[in-house]
């Protein structure tokens, strides 16, 4: 019997101690669970503190945005935007150096475009990649966006639109020497098919319109086209106003600034070049002019320069202050060369010297072109020195200049240019090479350009 209950008595305590054995367990457990709850919800706190305190992915902070006056940008083509490889080259530029702006084709002379629903898709095509990836890139960095529509120069359009055409007198397509087609500037058409172009690519999120090609054709059998109208040095150029016009109603609502590219000698010429180019009436309708004043581009002895191509200081300086004789400086924004050409080599001093050349013009926005891409970083400040351009002297500039007047010279090639003829024509000035000064962009300018090619604008 006492065996017994001495056995009760430890079964006893052995159920006790198990539910007290339990019974800690299950609290430790609860204990546990309460603290894995406990720093769960701490770490959940933990972490919205941090979300809050660091912005997620889409909440970037701003980064400050170039503004269209404090622009320093350099030419891509839309492969070139898209090619991995360029990218690298250009990025390093925009993050090192004192170029904080692109100028992107979204249309090039070939016509071909990656815009969709524009025009019913006539000039769609699937081989030209997006610019909105690259676009995205280029507004992360705070830079300033111009996207470069090719205006009546097209080798699509004309032949999927022969009505929008210029035609030969027997009705077939006009071709320029290169055999490229062109849009009608008379045709209300072909103006709607540039301008809901122009829209859509705004929308991309562009600051900048530039319209390039915006004239008649220069070179070529110009006596055969037939433009459906009267045609002369007058209808020509209040057709190109009249383009302008229409462009900025349609864009400025949009917050778009428009710019244009120009033949260089329309900063010094009072004609029309038979193009329809009137810089100072052109002006009035848009924010920015872009005069293509390469040196390479001038006929030996323009300017009264023997070589203009060899004095790029010279050329450009004296350029500009025929343009700013016309229209507001505040409205001119150059295109620069940074590619060598007949025979003479551009690196770093020349490329400089005409960067110099327009801040003595108190010009401080300007555009480097090269049809390959490839820009000389070497002729480039660092984005610690970009603002460290100062204005050179009176007599430094007349130093650089040669003691040359270049009212003087400006005024003796304008007295040398006769007055275009109705059928819009320039004859040569007397004592220039055979090549018509007219033709100074159109003669240098391939059938597309791409990473492949190297083709100077």
Same mark, same amino acid.
């Given at each position: ?136 890139? %280029? ?5 300033? /966006?111009? @996207?470069? $529509? *090719?205006? =009546? ?5 004309? !032949? ?68 459906? %109208? ?5 209808? /020509?150029? @209040?057709? $190109? *106003?009249? =383009? ?5 109603? !349609? ?207």
């Amino acid at each position: 019997m006492r065996k017994i209950s001495l056995a009760l008595i430890l079964l006893s305590f052995c159920l006790v101690s198990t539910n007290i054995f339990a019974e800690q367990e299950i609290e430790s457990v609860e204990i546990l669970v309460q603290q894995d709850k406990v720093a769960g919800s701490e770490q959940v706190q933990k972490t919205e503190q941090i979300e809050e305190e660091q912005p997620k992915e889409e909440e970037k902070p701003q980064v400050e945005q170039i503004s269209a006056d404090q622009a320093k940008g350099m030419h891509l083509t839309i492969y070139a935007a898209a090619s991995q490889q360029h990218k690298i080259r250009t990025n390093d530029l925009l993050d090192n150096t004192e170029m904080n702006a692109v100028v992107i084709d979204i249309k090039e002379i070939d016509g071909d475009i990656s815009v969709k629903n524009v025009a019913n898709g006539l000039s769609y095509s699937k081989s030209v990649p997006s610019v909105l990836p690259y676009l995205k890139q %280029v507004k992360e960095k705070g830079m300033y /966006a111009i @996207a470069r $529509i *090719v205006v =009546f120069r097209d080798n699509v359009m004309p !032949r999927k639109r022969p009505d929008l055409a210029v035609k030969n007198p027997d009705g077939s397509l006009w071709q320029d020497r290169k055999q490229l087609t062109w849009l009608n500037p008379y045709k209300q058409g072909a103006v709607d098919y540039i301008l809901e172009l122009a829209e859509k690519t705004a929308d991309m999120g562009f600051d900048e319109i530039q319209f390039d090609y915006i004239r008649f054709p220069s070179d070529g059998n110009t006596k055969n086209c037939r433009y459906g %109208v009267e045609h002369s040095s007058t209808t /020509a150029s @209040a057709a $190109i *106003v009249d =383009f302008l016009k229409q462009a900025k109603k !349609r864009l400025a609502p949009k917050g778009i600034k428009v710019s244009i590219d120009v033949f260089g000698l329309t900063t010094t010429e009072k004609t029309d070049m038979g193009i329809g180019q009137k810089i100072v009436e052109m002006t009035e309708q848009v924010d920015y002019v872009s005069p293509m004043i390469y040196p390479s581009h001038y006929n030996n002895g323009e300017y009264g320069i023997p070589n203009p191509n060899k004095e790029p200081y010279r050329t450009v300086y004296i350029a500009l202050q025929g343009a700013k004789k016309r229209i507001p400086v505040e409205k001119l924004r150059p295109w620069l060369q940074d590619f060598s050409m007949k025979g003479v080599k551009y690196g770093p001093a020349e490329i400089q010297a005409q960067i110099q050349a327009c801040y003595d013009c108190g010009v401080k926005t300007w555009l480097l072109w090269n049809a390959a891409c490839r820009y000389t970083k070497g002729g480039l400040k660092s984005k610690k020195d970009q603002f460290s351009y100062k204005k050179s002297s009176d007599e430094k500039i007349k130093e650089l200049l040669k003691y040359k007047d270049p009212n003087t010279s400006m005024q003796t090639r304008a007295n040398n240019v006769n007055k275009p003829a109705n059928n819009g024509a320039v004859k040569k000035p007397a004592g220039t090479s055979a090549a018509k000064p007219a033709a100074q962009k159109a003669a240098t300018n391939n059938v597309k350009k791409s990473t492949k090619t190297a083709t100077q604008k």
